[in-house]
T-cell receptor, first 115, second 115 residues
Framework: DSGVTQTPKHLITATGQRVTLRCSPR?????VYWYQQSLDQGLQFLIQ???????AKGNILERFSAQQFPDLHSELNLSSLELGDSALYFC??????????????FGPGTRLTVT | AQKVTQAQTEISVVEKEDVTLDCVYE???????LFWYKQPPSGELVFLIR??????QNEISGRYSWNFQKSTSSFNFTITASQVVDSAVYFC????????????FGKGTKLTVNP
């Protein structure tokens, strides 16, 4: 158990809908990262927040947004869902944003199925 | 740009065989970190090892060993005397100075250990 929690574990929704995925980092970790794992794209970095501020952006679609709250939990919002958004979404956390090499601890993931 | 290549898509071995998973990386940065993660059938990502670019010593942890060679930009992973529980997808990842703290993952190698 990494100490990172993600809810829900599974989510099934229809095209065009909007969903929110939630992540609670390990106690004491200030950075939260979101990754998407799909069959065709593999594991891809979406976005990182550090202590409430956006720090880095990856291949995140404009239909997707995220935020980190004062209690450091994070939410990833996915809107106007398409079939291709079906994937496993991971949250990871690390102690700080002090540069490369921070060990990232991954949550169990949320499996999103868009029908 | 950073890139990780895991040329072996799938490997199948019989229990007790040794198996090596290959990882080749690309980065222009002089400071970088390499990681291996395991993803068992249950789906979570489990951290196995982190190695920085200034430490080329090989590492052994039980049945696991890692061979880091900067000259060939490789960070290979060997499992000795494989067991059925080693069956999983293994990901190599790179995190470098110029890439913020995001992890760049390879496509993964699916290892099946048969009894």
């Amino acid at each position: 158990d990494s100490g990172v929690t993600q809810t829900p574990k599974h989510l099934i929704t229809a095209t065009g809908q909007r969903v929110t995925l939630r992540c609670s980092p390990r106690s004491g970790d200030l950075s939260v990262y979101w990754y998407q794992q799909s069959l065709d794209q593999g594991l891809q970095f979406l976005i990182q927040y550090y202590n409430g501020e956006e720090r880095a952006k990856g291949n995140i679609l404009e239909r997707f947004s995220a935020q980190q709250f004062p209690d450091l939990h994070s939410e990833l919002n996915l809107s106007s869902l398409e079939l291709g958004d079906s994937a496993l979404y991971f949250c990871a956390s690390s102690v700080d944003a002090g540069g490369p090499g921070n060990e990232q601890y991954f949550g169990p993931g949320t499996r999103l199925t868009v029908t | 740009a950073q890139k990780v290549t895991q040329a072996q898509t799938e490997i199948s071995v019989v229990e007790k065989e040794d198996v090596t998973l290959d990882c080749v990386y690309e980065t222009r940065d002089t400071t970088y970190y390499l990681f291996w993660y395991k993803q068992p059938p249950s789906g979570e990502l489990v951290f196995l090892i982190r190695r920085n670019s200034f430490d080329e010593q090989n590492e052994i942890s039980g049945r696991y060993s890692w061979n880091f060679q900067k000259s060939t930009s490789s960070f290979n992973f060997t499992i000795t005397a494989s067991q059925v529980v080693d069956s999983a997808v293994y990901f190599c990842a790179l995190n470098s100075q110029g890439g913020s703290e995001k992890l760049v993952f390879g496509k993964g190698t699916k290892l099946t250990v048969n009894p």
